[in-house]
């Protein structure tokens, strides 16, 4: 699959006359985005040191980082590891009154996760399945969401959530990265969830160009 978007990107910039900063890569691990850059330089016969290639939360940081004001952040917003989100969820459960045992803290953040990769909404089929109604888990997003914003800071899933909602709710910036990049590449298009392929829908222009590369045998989502 890596060959072939590879292989894609040189056809465009060196057959097509393609301005290398027009194309936009987008994959899965930061491993695979290196390993991308490094085939590109050794395979194009031009530089494409402007082409975006990296992953899907590296390119929503990005455009975070360039309109902060639409999401109620400030420019020096930090991201929470994983432990510190835990930490942050703990306090809430606490103030909520929730009891650990029968809401555990990796539970709580896993259901926060799944709201936010369903683009801000879940199924009743998974509060049933944990054992938490519909008031509750609302009480505790919204909790969620004040802690977080009080400490200028987001989490993982909100690199994604947080662009889509930015471009999805302002037409003219969503524009400006339709006029920056032309030509998007999507490797392992398989695993892409529906938050991400909405993320990346809305920086199509007109022309819809989008290159997808997959394998359906080895969906993540299938084990």
């Known amino acids: 699959k890596t060959k072939v978007i590879i292989q894609r990107i040189c056809n465009l910039v ?16 930061n491993k695979a985005a290196k390993e991308m850059r490094d085939r590109l330089r050794k395979q194009s016969a031009k530089s494409c040191s402007k082409t975006f290639i990296g992953t ?5 940081l990005s455009i975070l980082k ?24 703990n306090d ?14 990796k539970q709580l953040k896993w259901l926060i996760s799944q709201f936010k990769n369903q683009g801000g909404t879940i199924e009743p089929d998974t509060l049933n399945q944990a054992g938490i109604d519909k008031k509750t888990f609302s009480d505790l ?10 400490y200028n800071s987001v989490d993982f899933d909100d690199l994604i959530l947080y662009p889509r909602n930015i471009l999805a709710n302002n037409p003219d910036i969503a524009k400006r ?38 394998d359906d045998d080895q969906s993540i989502y299938g084990w």
């Not at 899907?56 to 929503?60: I, K």
């Not at 459960?93 to 555990?104: F, G, I, N, Q, R």
């Open 14 to 29: 060196e057959l097509e006359q393609v301005e290398p900063d027009k194309i936009c890569a987008v994959t899965f691990t």
């Open 56 to 60: 899907f939360h590296s390119l929503g």
């Open 66 to 89: 360039e309109n902060t004001e639409e999401v109620g952040l400030e420019k020096n917003f930090s991201i929470l590891s994983a432990d510190d989100q835990l930490a942050v969820i």
């Open 92 to 105: 809430i459960a606490v103030e909520l009154k929730l009891d650990p045992t029968e809401y555990p803290d």
């Open 141 to 150: 997003c919204n909790r969620y969401d004040e802690v977080m914003n009080s």
């Open 177 to 214: 990265y339709q006029q920056k990049w032309h030509y998007f590449l999507l490797d392992e298009f398989q695993d892409t969830n529906a938050i991400q392929f909405d993320f990346v829908s809305l920086l199509l222009n007109d022309k819809k160009n989008l290159f997808a590369v997959g």
